[in-house]
């Protein structure tokens, strides 16, 4: 399910960063609001400090960030209805993002030095698409177009340009939701949540369609939509996946032989604490720390002031465990994730798209623990049409 905020260009206005006691500077520098101009660039970051992309229903952010002075807006790439709702970056210099709205992928330039984004190109794609990932070998990149129920598996040729190369369709017309399309560790198969089939789909990654795929029903109810795989005891493989509508994560493990890849599902587990029931809510994202250690998901429309964030811990025989769940300063948590190993997964960054607060930086405990709000900026920051808050943030891993 997505959630379609009015995509009017946002309006200029004037903002302040929600940052620690005693921190120096305001938001955004004196001279107005970096939603102004598009691909202009407002200032420098200061050394050192982190950058991350934020997508919102008109435009791409670069911002830095640092604990003393919060999220800071370096430039903005505006283009109305151009819904950049995930995005996936080619390191150095190369970004590429979704139109959730349209049948595009846009390609833009990056520079983490001089703080700019330029847009490049765009290439015509499947309508609606909502997730990218890159397979192992760096030279495609395959989008799962939750609009037309299909998956797009382009090759990136010269200059990182996108050309279509197969069309995975999933199932009958109308009938197929792909939120998600991930590689498996063993860098063999794509595994497709579709959330309208109510299915996993594993295919083999240099598949030309999806009649070789093999299918594995979810629990009844359940929509799948995003997934993390996980390394386990004695070097298991394990995959937790999230369902929106069924409001439960679904635990498996994942056996792989020649030409095949199996789930075997081991567990389900609410999205909420036990003995709450959330009906009518729908959850999100689900990110896993990069030891394997832990798992984050993050709920929508609860029904309370603020959603919510449920932090699990992995046990040793493959399971999740319920740590906590905290509110996520703000409704609609869409999309989180973590920061990078470079700054050792120290923080979750979270973005609204409602409520009161539209980006979340909160500090991760030594357990895995979601701790204080250590940074976050309003909702009023990306305007006041309805649901106009991030759709999507991740750090830029620059080491």
């Given at each position: 399910m997505r959630f379609y905020p009015s995509l009017a260009l946002l309006a200029a206005s004037s903002l302040s960063v929600a940052m620690p006691?005693?921190?120096?500077?305001?938001?955004?520098?004196?001279?107005?609001?970096?939603?102004?101009?598009?691909?202009?660039?407002?200032?420098?970051?200061?050394?050192?400090?982190?950058?991350?992309?934020?997508?919102?229903?008109?435009?791409?952010?670069?911002?830095?960030?640092?604990?003393?002075?919060g999220f800071v807006a370096l430039t903005s790439d505006i283009l109305a209805d151009s819904g950049p709702s995930w995005?996936?970056?080619?390191?150095?210099?190369?970004?590429?993002?979704?139109?959730?709205?349209?049948?595009?992928?846009?390609?833009?330039g990056i520079d983490t030095d001089t703080d700019t984004l330029t847009?490049?190109?765009?290439?015509?794609?499947?309508?609606?698409?909502?997730?990218?990932?890159?397979?192992?070998?760096?030279?495609?990149?395959?989008?799962s177009v939750y609009g037309s129920?299909?998956?797009?598996?382009?090759?990136?040729?010269?200059?990182?340009n996108l050309a279509l190369q197969n069309t995975w369709t999933m199932g009958a017309k109308g009938t197929s939701k792909p939120h998600q399309t991930l590689i498996d560790p063993s860098g063999k198969f794509a595994v497709t949540n579709d959330l309208g089939l109510n299915q996993v789909i594993v295919t083999p990654i240099d598949a030309s369609s999806?009649?070789?795929?093999?299918?594995?029903?979810?629990?009844?109810?359940?929509?799948?939509?995003?997934?993390?795989?996980?390394?386990?005891s004695n070097g298991a493989v394990l995959y937790a996946m999230v369902c929106e509508t069924g409001n439960i994560v679904v635990m498996y493990?994942?056996?792989?032989?020649?030409?095949?890849?199996?789930?075997?599902q081991t567990q389900t587990i609410s999205t909420f604490p036990e003995g709450?029931?959330?009906?009518?809510?729908?959850?999100?994202?689900?990110?896993?720390?990069?030891?394997?250690?832990?798992?984050y998901v993050s709920n929508r429309l609860s029904g309370d002031d603020q959603d919510s964030i449920t932090h699990y811990l992995v046990t040793d025989d493959g399971k999740l465990e319920h740590s906590q769940t905290v509110p996520s300063g703000g409704l609609l948590p869409r999309m989180m994730s973590l920061a990078t190993k470079c700054n050792n997964e120290d923080l979750l960054f979270v973005g609204n798209q409602g409520g009161e607060k539209g980006l979340v930086a909160f500090k991760l405990g030594d357990e895995g623990a979601i701790g204080d709000q250590v940074a976050s900026l309003p909702i009023s920051v990306w305007g006041t049409a309805e649901n106009s808050g991030p759709q999507f943030v991740q750090e830029i891993a620059l080491c």
């Amino acid at each position: 399910m997505r959630f379609y905020p009015s995509l009017a260009l946002l309006a200029a206005s004037s903002l302040s960063v929600a940052m620690p006691a005693g921190a120096p500077k305001s938001f955004p520098p004196k001279g107005g609001s970096f939603f102004e101009t598009s691909g202009a660039k407002k200032i420098r970051a200061p050394a050192g400090q982190r950058k991350l992309l934020v997508g919102s229903p008109a435009n791409i952010t670069l911002f830095s960030f640092s604990a003393t002075d919060g999220f800071v807006a370096l430039t903005s790439d505006i283009l109305a209805d151009s819904g950049p709702s995930w995005m996936a970056l080619k390191a150095p210099s190369t970004l590429y993002a979704v139109n959730e709205n349209s049948n595009t992928i846009r390609q833009l330039g990056i520079d983490t030095d001089t703080d700019t984004l330029t847009p490049v190109t765009e290439v015509a794609a499947s309508s609606g698409a909502v997730h990218l990932e890159f397979a192992p070998s760096g030279n495609q990149l395959i989008s799962s177009v939750y609009g037309s129920g299909v998956v797009d598996v382009f090759s990136i040729g010269d200059n990182n340009n996108l050309a279509l190369q197969n069309t995975w369709t999933m199932g009958a017309k109308g009938t197929s939701k792909p939120h998600q399309t991930l590689i498996d560790p063993s860098g063999k198969f794509a595994v497709t949540n579709d959330l309208g089939l109510n299915q996993v789909i594993v295919t083999p990654i240099d598949a030309s369609s999806s009649d070789s795929s093999k299918r594995f029903s979810a629990p009844d109810g359940c929509g799948p939509r995003h997934g993390a795989f996980l390394s386990g005891s004695n070097g298991a493989v394990l995959y937790a996946m999230v369902c929106e509508t069924g409001n439960i994560v679904v635990m498996y493990t994942v056996a792989t032989s020649g030409a095949e890849l199996t789930l075997t599902q081991t567990q389900t587990i609410s999205t909420f604490p036990e003995g709450v029931s959330k009906p009518d809510a729908r959850a999100g994202e689900l990110v896993a720390s990069s030891d394997s250690r832990h798992v984050y998901v993050s709920n929508r429309l609860s029904g309370d002031d603020q959603d919510s964030i449920t932090h699990y811990l992995v046990t040793d025989d493959g399971k999740l465990e319920h740590s906590q769940t905290v509110p996520s300063g703000g409704l609609l948590p869409r999309m989180m994730s973590l920061a990078t190993k470079c700054n050792n997964e120290d923080l979750l960054f979270v973005g609204n798209q409602g409520g009161e607060k539209g980006l979340v930086a909160f500090k991760l405990g030594d357990e895995g623990a979601i701790g204080d709000q250590v940074a976050s900026l309003p909702i009023s920051v990306w305007g006041t049409a309805e649901n106009s808050g991030p759709q999507f943030v991740q750090e830029i891993a620059l080491c």
